[in-house]
């Protein structure tokens, strides 16, 4: 008897912890911008990483929850604008590096250096698209809020999130494709 999992319990167990960390990451290690509510996120660094290690929906599911509960816990409300926005990231950025999968696979201990222009491609896209147009229009749409204050916001969250996924998301998926071993590497003596 075959049985269809969606989910399997290793990727359950990244949501759950993925989602906690990205907490942690969104409200801790985020530096103000000088723009309100807008700040240099370091949980889009590792939203990057579980997006592409773990699947689409596994980034999905820890921009979701883990941007919900931040909002939740540390300002009493949930944005839904945003978090729609982090879910829509982790999902793309998942997508994006499983059409090519052949190029970035650090499960296989393969991130290269047109591993890294891939990947940089795609989530430079991907933000660009969440940050520059999702998420203001939203804003505008669930909020009523002021088109040119919210698109500023979405500009400037989405060059710093390039920037910073561009930078220490790369060093992460790359230290952790070193971590793995390439198919193939082992050979019998």
């Known amino acids: 008897m075959r049985k269809n999992k969606v989910l399997s319990i290793k990727t359950i167990v990244a949501i759950g912890i993925g989602s906690a960390v990205f907490v942690i990451l969104g409200r801790f290690a985020a530096i103000p911008t000088g723009i309100p509510n807008t700040s240099v996120e370091t949980a889009y660094a590792f939203l990057a990483l579980m997006s592409v290690v773990f699947g689409p929906v596994a980034g999905l599911l820890i921009g979701l929850i883990g941007h919900a509960l931040k909002d939740a816990v540390f300002y009493g409300s949930i944005w ?49 698209v969440a940050w520059g147009l999702i998420a203001p229009t939203l804003d505008v749409i669930i909020y009523a809020e002021p088109a040119n204050k919210v698109f500023t916001q979405g500009i400037i969250a989405g060059i710093s999130n390039i920037v910073t996924v561009g930078i220490l998301g790369t060093i992460l998926i790359a230290a952790y494709a070193k971590t793995r071993s390439k198919s193939g590497s082992l050979s019998r003596e």
């Open 80 to 128: 839904w604008s945003w978090v729609i926005t982090s879910a829509f990231v982790g999902l793309f950025i998942g997508l994006g590096a499983s059409v090519f999968r052949r190029s970035i696979n650090p499960e296989e201990g393969i991130f290269t250096k047109s591993s890294i222009i891939y990947f940089n491609i795609i989530q430079a896209v991907v933000q660009a």
